[in-house]
């Protein structure tokens, strides 16, 4: 099971992550996130970094460019896509680097027709729980993730949305062929974008 830290905004921890050997770090460039990296990360220590994790820029909504020039500033090797960005803007993204497509699950959906046009387009999905104030405001909150058992998705995807150490036996249990990893966030935090790495080698540990 692959682990992905999102929010981080310090440097050392993202030398610590990938001390940890967390597969995936999210940085957040969404500009209402208390977790947006502005001016806390240095562009060029970020790029420059020999990591063994994966860096993973989170957008809403970006346009083109603004994607374009993160990946080359910060040596991003996977985007994040958390809005109503098209299939086409994924497919466009998709010859630079990996794409991983969210969708905000409110537990009406139909899965299956949800991610159906992303399908080519993409490597990865995320499922998270409803709305942009959960997904970036660490609201904690999850969805019932037995929607996801109903479906058959047939893509590798992330599990998301108010995961703490307490849900590591339940992330273990959930039986899907496809999902390949687990997203944490603000359970884990101290502060917002500050993370707890006692929390996180717990979960680590636990997750084995």
Not at 136 to 155: N, P, R, V
Request: one cysteine or more.
């Amino acid at each position: 099971m692959n682990i992905k830290v999102c929010g981080i905004t310090e440097m050392k921890q993202l030398q610590q992550l990938d001390g940890l050997d967390i597969d995936f770090a999210g940085l957040i460039f969404y500009k209402d996130s208390p977790r947006y990296v502005g001016d806390k990360l240095s562009k060029r220590d970020v790029k420059k970094a020999d990591f063994d994790l994966k860096k993973v820029g989170v957008f809403v909504n970006p346009e083109m460019i603004d994607v374009l020039d993160a990946i080359d500033d910060y040596g991003l090797e996977v985007v994040q896509l958390h809005g109503e960005e098209s299939p086409e803007m994924c497919d466009d993204l998709s010859s630079e680097v990996e794409v991983i497509k969210a969708f905000r699950i409110t537990g009406d959906e139909n899965i299956d027709e949800l991610v159906a046009p992303y399908d080519a387009v993409c490597d990865y999905y995320l499922f998270d729980t409803g709305g942009l104030k959960e997904s970036f405001g660490g609201t904690g909150q999850q969805f019932d993730w037995s929607i996801l058992t109903k479906a058959k998705i047939e893509k590798p995807f992330f599990l998301s949305g108010g995961i703490g150490v307490e849900d590591a036996a339940r992330v273990k249990a959930f039986k899907h062929p496809d999902i390949f990893g687990v997203d944490i966030n603000s359970k884990f935090e101290s502060a917002p974008g500050v993370k707890d790495m006692a929390k996180l080698l717990q979960f680590k540990m636990a997750m084995k």
